[in-house]
T-cell receptor, first 116, second 109 residues
């Protein structure tokens, strides 16, 4: 169990560029979540997967955001045509659906995005 | 939709003093979780409460779930510098985990 891995850890981009973040969850976890966190705020839910199925996407998420988990393992979060308001820490978390520790989130270290 | 609210937003205490943060939900929760985020770090799970009126302790930390399962508290006895960070409560909404805005604890030496 190597924990939840996210990369890149930091990304600086110019407004209008596309960025992609990757998350590798704990292998036994079938649920994967993406959150966004800005300074002084709690993690804000973006979307989550159970295996490869994307079960919910926040209404706060614009069409510029897309997430995939093609084989039910790692996930990617892509932001197209970035805006300065997208600057934030993007956190990935994984959990088990059932059994011991169900729905307890294990977070990765996050990917910090700065849009210039 | 369900919201999870925390107070206070910030708390400064002298080292050795006690600290309490409160969490309130607009709806009844099936369970509540608490996480700690150190400065520059990511949220780390502390505990989950499930039963009405449940009280759990972890060393100097005492967690309580209200009888109506709509509120919770975290109390730290005799704070230490290692307690610095932001404490979040989180509750389930459907299959998602929704976080409060957190209480940032600062320890004065």
């Amino acid at each position: 169990d190597t924990g939840v891995s996210q990369n890149p850890r930091h990304k600086i981009t110019k407004r209008g560029q596309n960025v992609t973040f990757r998350c590798d969850p704990i292998s036994e976890h079938n649920r994967l979540y993406w959150y966004r966190q800005t300074l002084g705020q709690g993690p804000e839910f973006l979307t989550y997967f159970q295996n490869e199925a994307q079960l919910e996407k926040s209404r706060l998420l614009s069409d510029r955001f897309s997430a995939e988990r093609p084989k039910g393992s790692f996930s990617t979060l892509e932001i197209q045509r970035t805006e300065q308001g997208d600057s934030a820490m993007y956190l990935c978390a994984s959990s088990r659906r059932g059994g011991s520790g169900a729905n307890v989130l294990t977070f990765g270290a996050g990917s910090r995005l700065t849009v210039l | 939709g369900q919201q999870v609210m925390q107070i206070p937003q910030y708390q400064h205490v002298q080292e050795g003093e006690d600290f309490t943060t409160y969490c309130n939900s607009s709806t009844t929760l099936s369970n509540i979780q608490w996480y700690k985020q150190r400065p520059g770090g990511h949220p780390v799970f502390l505990i989950q409460l499930v039963k009405s009126g449940e009280v759990k302790k972890q060393k100097r930390l005492t967690f309580q779930f209200g009888e109506a399962k709509k509120n919770s508290s975290l109390h730290i006895t005799a704070t230490q510098t290692t307690d610095v960070g932001t404490y979040f409560c989180a509750g389930p909404r459907d299959d998602k985990i929704i976080f409060g805005k957190g209480t940032r604890l600062h320890i004065l030496p």
